[in-house]
């Protein structure tokens, strides 16, 4: 069964710290992993799109990783703002036409 | 570039109700999805297709959901009748061809049911 488990499942920093959300997948066969981040009240929008060649992927303050072999990905925010509180939710599909798979996402709060 | 456009944002009914929510892709978009959010969970994809023609609706409930996209643009989700744990957000996605391209969110249908 393709499942992404997602950890921590909340998490509460101090603005201004940097932090890191794991992912890990046993989707298979693997096509692509994206990181989305969800805004309370809104649709979830895209971050970073990684191929299985692609190890890593950055978009300003938040990079991405992926480890195909062990089949985990990392999403680091450096320098953390409150805009950057959400969900921030992994994403795994596997070959052309199949569903997309969803982590529960990882609740980041930033505090002042 | 437009978004993916759904409405109603927001719909309250009483359980047993009718309800429809409505979906416009992104254009030239062939793939378009529906799925429900549950408070604190990630999204449970609903129905996927691949314009008019359905590719995976194994986790629809068909008892009670119904969805079509009769011309391969627009699509329509409707639950009948509806109960209280169908309370939930309904996004809709839609992605160039297939889960290889890039998916977006329209801003998902809150639905209450009391």
């Known amino acids: 069964k393709n499942q992404v488990e997602q950890s921590p499942q909340s998490l509460i920093i101090l603005e201004g710290k940097n932090c890191t959300l794991q992912?890990?997948?046993?989707?298979?066969?693997?096509?692509?992993l994206r990181w989305y981040k969800q805004d309370t009240g809104r649709g979830p929008v895209s971050l970073t799109i990684?191929?299985?060649?692609?190890n890593t992927k950055s978009n300003g303050r938040y990079t991405a990783t992926l480890d195909a072999d062990t089949k985990q990905s990392s999403l680091h925010i450096t320098a953390s703002q409150l805009s950057d509180s959400a969900s921030y939710i992994c994403?795994?599909?596997?070959?052309?036409?199949?569903?997309?798979?969803f982590g529960k996402g990882t609740s980041l709060l930033v505090t002042p | 570039e437009a978004g993916v456009a759904q409405s109603p944002r927001y719909k309250i009914i009483e359980k047993r109700q009718s309800v429809a929510f409505w979906c416009n892709p992104i254009?030239?978009?062939?793939?378009l999805y529906w799925y429900q959010q549950i408070l604190g969970q990630g999204p449970k994809l609903l129905i996927q297709?691949?314009?008019?023609?359905?590719?995976?609706d194994s986790q629809l409930p068909k008892d009670r959901f119904s969805a079509e996209r009769l011309k391969g643009v627009d699509s329509t989700l409707k639950i009948q009748p509806a109960k209280l744990e169908d309370s939930a957000v309904y996004l809709c996605?839609?992605?160039?061809?297939?889960?290889?391209?890039?998916?977006?969110f329209g801003q998902g249908t809150r639905l209450t049911v009391v």
């Open positions: 996605a839609s992605s160039l061809v297939g889960t290889s391209t890039e998916a977006f």
């Open positions: 992912c890990n997948y046993t989707v298979s066969p693997f096509s692509n």
């Open positions: 990684m191929t299985f060649s692609e």
């Open positions: 994403v795994v599909s596997g070959t052309a036409g199949y569903a997309l798979n």
């Open positions: 254009s030239g978009h062939a793939t």
């Open positions: 297709f691949q314009n008019n023609g359905v590719v995976d």
